[in-house]
């Protein structure tokens, strides 16, 4: 356990050395803070695990001791009694600082519809450190959050994972190592926003077409490139920064998260990433995705899903409340996601509310299990599960202190660390960040 | 016919109307904040016959155990789309707002209201079984009459123009020229110039509301039914209140994120607010006071605080707006009481929303606290009647929660 800790500290620190010398590379540094103990405490580990009355050591930004009667003298000690300590929340679709509140005109930068291929757009240079919805989220006891470009385009454009902690900068939010995503839709979106232009793609043919299009371009584009590298082409290929996203999927650098909500389609998506040899990370919202969980254990991919939405679009006319159950069940990797800047508070009910569904029609899912789809799941999904998303010794710090069971709708997120530093408390007006936004006009000094 | 099978037909249309007793459950009649325990609750004839501990249960009747379960009146949603909105993103099959037709307070929408929307068997298996369906602004700040429906199927429109919807705000702004303060001109020049209407001596300019919108709002002066404004900005709530003063109007504030701001005003004034408990989000200039605890603020001050789930797909999750509520601030009886008994107050419904006898019987059993994320319906009963646990929600889930049958072909289960 020691061993692996220290290697993901080495690899920490080499994957920040080597950022910093990049352009637009993550600023964000650990803060120190004190020793702390939480004692006798109720754990939903996050790894499927329910741990009564335990105590948590917490020291320099990690987990350090999880067991009974810990002993040693931390300058915070929290009394753990009626609580419920489980891993920060993790949301795998977000847009908060691309789509901020206030939505006005000059505030949209969620969605490059100019193009059905944009995966030359970063969605993090649209994100806007100040918005005052990053602050809500983590009232709600989310710690990192994967922020995506909308679903207007076959290629929406790179995501990027964020820690929730207040910056001036979108650097300082950038959670150190963890890799870029590749935003991809299916079905309605693009082939109604480009063909209401008489523009391709007009069908759902036509987006294939597009991925397929775009995918042929990539490999070509590698290969002039490796040609060149290689010595065997004196004629390096023009620089395309469309074609530069999609060769570090083909190279498994940047995860492929695609917006796809009917099972016909993902099942078609299956397809072209085996045709182009590339993995798809998880398929996003994937309102089918029970009628498919077999395959999508098969091909190892996560389905990121709410837990009751339907109807708003014909594509998401099947959604079920037992989909996420049934996912899980199928042993394929099951994410409760957001999308909404509202949702996003309240994580824990939506997996509540998942698990409750499943329980109803006689299936059995404990909370402890529940738990995992909007923590370590998720953190797999956003290729940082092996440094946080549970609670084992050597992972981060990224803890959430509630007032009772989380998945109470009574439940109130009490304290919230990153990396160990108590970044929110409910019951200290003085460790509740506001952003500029927020100063002298929202209320949310007041009343989160 | 053959006899045997004319008195089986007569058996199974006396048993689908069979007299229910709800028995042994601790049950919140909504007339006292206190439950009755280990109480029963008898059925006939669609309306509640009697309730109380230790009553003798007539052998005829079906009986629901409720031991262990809490029962409740059915839930009451205050702002929806029931029947007029089946699939969000398709405007075919959206009927819940006028939006070239320059029709205005004239529209009603209870013709529209399909009582065949997949959306009601979904919903009434939540404990949902009456909502007010109101239509969307469109074209005008006023958007019409809204009317009562139950969510039991058939015949499902109850009451009709219970209500004058419209919205004031950035949204309905932009129709009276992008001027807030045109809009409010609009308003009260035309609740003005209602009062006196005749259609005989009236002549509409291009821009004015038709001879039918103009009868409309005259009859809507005269009528007993609330102007329900969706509002947000606490300055316009102000307003409203003012509007609704100088016509001896009720007024309903749908939304009403600000509306915290002005809850004394509200109180006094008697102004209910139909709260979204989940509307914290500053994501308007006009709701940058928005916050969790509105409804639990509205409520200490004395306002009639009601909800909706802000979402007509998703009203099943009417009641975890009251549980968040509740987790913000609010008494949890008067939470319920908003979906309930307080619901059917405001929307003129008499005999609803409270289970004592003679009440319709709107009844639900729940494995838990109703608030509760991890509670659901077991039984619910509309109009005395059992609804079935079906939907095609779970015919969906039945279909492929075993992925592995092989025995049909697939496609024939």
């Known amino acids: 356990m020691l061993a692996r800790a220290l290697s993901w500290l080495v690899l920490l620190l080499v994957t920040q050395l080597a950022e910093a010398t990049e352009p637009y590379a993550s600023t964000y540094s650990v803060r120190s803070h004190a020793d702390t103990l939480v004692v006798n405490v109720s754990v939903l580990t996050g790894t499927g695990e329910q741990l009564n009355g335990v105590d948590v050591l917490v020291s320099e930004g990690r987990i350090a001791a999880v067991g009974s009667d810990l002993s040693g003298d931390p300058a915070m000690r929290i009394d753990g009694s009626g609580k419920w300590l489980t891993p920060g929340v993790i949301d795998v679709h977000s847009h908060l600082g691309a789509y901020p509140s206030p939505v006005l005109s000059s505030t949209r930068d969620g969605n490059e519809m100019t193009d059905p291929n944009t995966a030359n757009v970063w969605v993090e240079h649209s994100v806007w450190p100040q918005d005052p919805q990053f602050g809500l989220a983590l009232a709600g006891g989310v710690t990192t959050m994967q922020i995506l470009p909308g679903s207007a385009n076959l290629f929406g454009g790179r995501g990027v994972t964020l820690k929730n902690v207040p910056s001036r900068t979108v650097g300082g939010m950038k959670y150190p190592g963890a890799p870029q995503s590749l935003k991809m839709a299916c079905g309605e979106n693009p082939k109604r926003i480009y063909g209401e232009q008489s523009k391709a793609p007009a069908t759902r043919m036509g987006n294939v077409a597009g991925y397929r299009a775009a995918w042929a371009k990539a490999r070509a584009y590698r290969d002039q490139q490796q040609a060149f590298d ?12 469309r074609l530069d996203t999609l060769v570090k999927v083909l190279e498994g650098e940047i995860l492929v998260h695609n917006h796809c909500y009917r099972a016909d389609e993902m099942a078609t998506m299956i397809e072209v990433a085996k045709e ?13 995705s029970y009628k498919i969980a077999d395959l999508l254990a098969e091909a190892g991919i996560c389905s990121a899903m709410w837990a009751d939405w339907w109807g708003f679009k014909l594509e998401a006319f099947d959604g079920i409340p037992q989909n996420i159950a049934l996912v899980d069940q199928a042993s394929a990797c099951a994410i409760v996601h957001s999308d909404s800047a509202e949702g996003i508070q309240r994580l824990n009910q939506e997996a509540a509310k998942a698990m409750t569904a499943a329980r109803r029609v006689g299936m059995s899912v404990s909370a402890a299990q529940a738990m995992v789809w909007i923590t370590q799941n998720a953190a797999n999904a956003l290729g940082i599960g092996e440094a946080t998303g549970s609670i084992e010794v050597g992972k981060a710090a990224d803890l959430v202190i509630w007032d009772r069971h989380p ?20 019951l200290d007006p003085t460790r509740q960040p506001a952003r500029d936004f927020d100063l002298d006009q929202t209320v949310s000094e007041e009343a989160r | 016919m053959n ?19 709800v028995i042994g459950g601790r049950i919140f009649t909504m007339e006292s904040p206190e439950p009755i325990e280990r109480a029963t609750l008898l059925i006939a004839n669609g309306r509640v016959q009697a309730i109380g501990v230790d009553l003798d249960v007539p052998f005829e009747y079906r009986q629901i155990d409720a031991r262990g379960k809490v029962v409740t009146p059915g839930l009451i949603e205050s702002y929806s789309q029931f029947g007029l909105m089946e699939i969000g993103g398709e405007a075919a099959t959206v009927d819940s707002q006028v939006v070239e037709y320059p029709l205005g307070p004239g529209f009603d929408v209870s013709f529209g209201i399909n009582p065949s929307s997949t959306l009601f068997a979904v919903t009434r298996m939540g404990g949902v079984t009456r ?15 809204g009317a009562i429906v139950h969510l039991g199927g058939g015949d499902i429109v109850t009451a009709t123009r219970v209500g004058l919807f419209g919205g004031i705000g950035a949204t309905t702004a932009e129709f009276t020229g992008g001027s807030r303060s045109a809009l409010w001109q609009r308003l009260v020049t035309a609740f003005a110039k209602a009062g006196r209407f005749s259609a005989n001596r009236y002549r509409p300019g291009e821009r004015d509301y038709s001879r039918q919108d103009m009868q409309a709002l005259k009859d809507f002066l005269r009528a007993d039914v609330p102007l329900v404004l969706s509002i947000n900005r606490a300055h316009d709530i102000a307003a409203a209140i003012r509007l609704a003063e100088l016509h001896d109007l009720q007024l309903v504030i749908i939304g009403g994120k600000e509306a915290w701001k002005v809850r004394e005003q509200l109180a006094d004034s008697g102004v209910s607010v139909v709260v979204n408990v989940f509307n914290n989000l500053p994501s308007n200039f006009e709701s940058l006071g928005a916050r969790l605890d509105n409804a639990a603020l509205l409520n200490d001050a004395g306002v009639n605080v009601l909800f909706t789930a802000g979402n007509t797909h998703n009203t099943k999750n009417l009641r975890h ?23 059917a107050r405001t929307w003129g419904m008499d005999d609803v929303g409270v289970l004592s006898v003679g009440s319709v019987a709107d009844v639900v059993v729940w ?3 109703p608030l509760e994320v991890t509670s659901w319906a077991e039984h619910v009963l509309i109009n005395g009647e059992p609804v079935p646990m079906r939907s095609r929600q779970t015919r969906l889930y039945e279909r492929y929660k075993d992925l592995k049958t092989d025995d049909a072909p697939y496609g024939y289960n």
């Open chain 1, 230 to 241: 290689s010595g065997k082409s004196d004629k390096a290929p023009d620089r395309d920064l």
């Open chain 1, 276 to 288: 182009f040899d590339y993995k798809i990370t998880a398929f996003h919202h994937a309102v089918e």
């Open chain 1, 407 to 426: 998945f109470s709708v009574y439940a109130r997120a009490e304290k919230v660390f990153i990396d160990g530093y108590l970044y929110y408390d409910r």
């Open chain 2, 3 to 21: 006899p045997l099978i004319s008195i089986g037909l007569l058996l199974t249309v006396g048993s689908a109307f069979a007299d229910v007793a």
């Open chain 2, 131 to 145: 909502a007010v369906v109101a239509p969307q602004p469109g074209v005008d700040p006023l958007a019409g009459f």
């Open chain 2, 321 to 343: 707006q009251a549980g968040n509520a509740v987790a913000h601030g609010m008494p949890w009886f008067d939470a319920l009481a908003a979906m309930t008994r307080n619901a």
């Open chain 2, 367 to 369: 494995s838990g606290d």
